[in-house]
């Protein structure tokens, strides 16, 4: 089972990583291939971002009722 700090640190992976998908998207032309495509991959960092921060709430919300 993760620890809290190994779950911070997966946070704080996929936020910079989602960050950098949005940022790889200037200087696209938009609604060309190209560009659906890094939408699909923002998308996709995202989700990985969402769950990331799930998975954090969940195990300090665990971790507080524990208390």
Known sequence: MPTMAD???QRDIALEK????LRAL??????????E???RIIRAARACYDQA?????DTLAA???HK
């Open 37 to 39: 495509e890094q939408c």
């Open 53 to 57: 921060v799930a998975d954090y709430i």
């Open 18 to 21: 989602w960050r950098c998908e």
């Open 63 to 65: 971790a507080e009722t």
């Open 26 to 35: 200037n200087g696209i032309q938009p609604g060309s291939a190209e560009w």
């Open 7 to 9: 779950l911070k640190n």
